[in-house]
């Protein structure tokens, strides 16, 4: 079984200012890590991702994340965010088997503010 | 590109109600999902498809059904709608023959569903 935990359900922040989502996992088997971006009536759209490899991964719109794997994170990181980051974040597990669903953390809300 | 496409894109149904909702994809992916999403929850798995004529239950599967005839669709269907399946339901898709595995998933835009 896996599960994500997504620690803060609200993270309030400056226009201009870093940010740190933090995304927590536990499985017990390899996985693959996802971050997706809804923004307001949208599906979700893919951020990044990390299948192997390099454990920094760089996504769209100037996001990364690290994977972590000692400490079973995978925390998405912003130097300097934009009005236009304000969205609702989700981290999420793949087991790599099987069905390949996603299981998904109950979403981080960024509020932008200016 | 049209990716993932739901539709209808809203609808309210009246408890007892049956209704299909519709989902089509053009990427040729062989894996496709059902998922729910609640006020303040991330999304829960309710069916998945691993290629046509092949489905299997997700996390909470309940009170809908599933099919996959062609590639390309997926529709779902609630038979008799409760008040507990108002929610807004996305479809994904994955995957193609060859890939290697846990490709990104695609979403559509989404089917918000009101039961009233």
């Known amino acids: 079984a896996q599960s994500v935990t997504q620690l803060d359900s609200q993270v309030p922040v400056f226009e201009e200012a870093p940010v740190e989502l933090r995304c927590n996992y536990s499985s017990s088997v390899s996985v693959y890590l996802f971050w997706y971006v809804q923004y307001p009536n949208q599906g979700l759209q893919l951020l990044l991702k990390y299948l192997s490899g390099s454990t920094l991964v760089k996504g769209i719109n100037g996001f990364e994340a690290e994977f972590n794997k000692s400490q079973t994170s995978f925390h998405l990181r912003k130097p300097s965010v934009h009005i236009s980051d304000t969205a609702e974040y989700f981290c999420?597990?793949?087991?790599?088997?099987?069905?390949?669903?996603?299981?998904f953390g109950s979403g981080t809300r960024l509020q932008v503010q200016p | 590109n049209a990716g993932v496409t739901q539709t209808p894109k809203f609808r309210i149904l009246k408890i007892g109600q049956s209704m299909t909702l519709q989902c089509t994809q053009d990427?040729?992916?062989?894996?496709m999902y059902w998922y729910r999403q609640d006020p303040g929850m991330g999304l829960k798995l309710i069916y998945y498809s691993v290629g046509a004529g092949i489905t299997d239950k997700g996390e909470v599967p309940n009170g809908y059904n599933v099919s996959r005839s062609t590639t390309e669709d997926f529709p779902l269907r609630l038979e008799l709608a409760a008040p507990s399946q108002t929610s807004v339901y996305f479809c994904a898709s994955s995957g193609r023959q060859g890939e290697v595995s846990n490709q990104p998933q695609h979403f559509g835009d989404g089917t918000r569903l009101s039961i009233l």
């Open positions: 999420a597990v793949s087991g790599g088997t099987g069905r390949r669903a996603l299981t």
């Open positions: 990427m040729n992916h062989n894996y």
